[in-house]
Nanobody, 121 residues
Framework: VQLQASGGGLVQPGGSLRLSCAAS????????MGWFRQAPGLEREFVAVVNWLPVYADSVKGRFTISRDNAKNTVYLQMSSLKPEDTAVYYC??????????????????WGQGTQVTVSS
């Protein structure tokens, strides 16, 4: 399985970005797909996960939306009202334990390479 994350960049506070994660080698249709992020000097932290329902970290609830397009084998993270503290490398991940909605990075089996999101004026 390969996961290819894209869509990161530099955005001003209050702006929006949409991240994409394209999977190959296995269909994502029945598995939990998650997004995590890691800022410099900090541990990787949970952002959101989706199977047939989404679950969000409190820090992004109401601002971020995770979605999936099984036909395109792609998961998305729409980020709005971005804050400087959202600055991090964002990683997508696949958890082969279905419908677990885990917030623990060690539970995920496959990872993308990460895409940098910088929120700054």
């Amino acid at each position: 399985v390969q996961l290819q994350a894209s869509g990161g960049g530099l955005v001003q506070p209050g702006g929006s970005l949409r991240l994409s994660c394209a999977a190959s080698g296995r269909s994502i249709s029945t598995y939990d797909m998650g997004w995590f992020r890691q800022a410099p000097g900090l541990e990787r932290e949970f952002v959101a996960v989706v199977n047939w329902l989404p679950v969000y970290a409190d820090s992004v609830k109401g601002r971020f939306t995770i979605s999936r397009d099984n036909a395109k084998n792609t998961v998305y993270l729409q980020m709005s009202s971005l804050k400087p503290e959202d600055t991090a490398v964002y990683y997508c991940a696949m958890n082969l334990a279905r419908a677990a909605w885990s917030r623990v990075s060690a539970d995920y089996d496959y990872w993308g390479q990460g895409t940098q999101v910088t929120v700054s004026s």
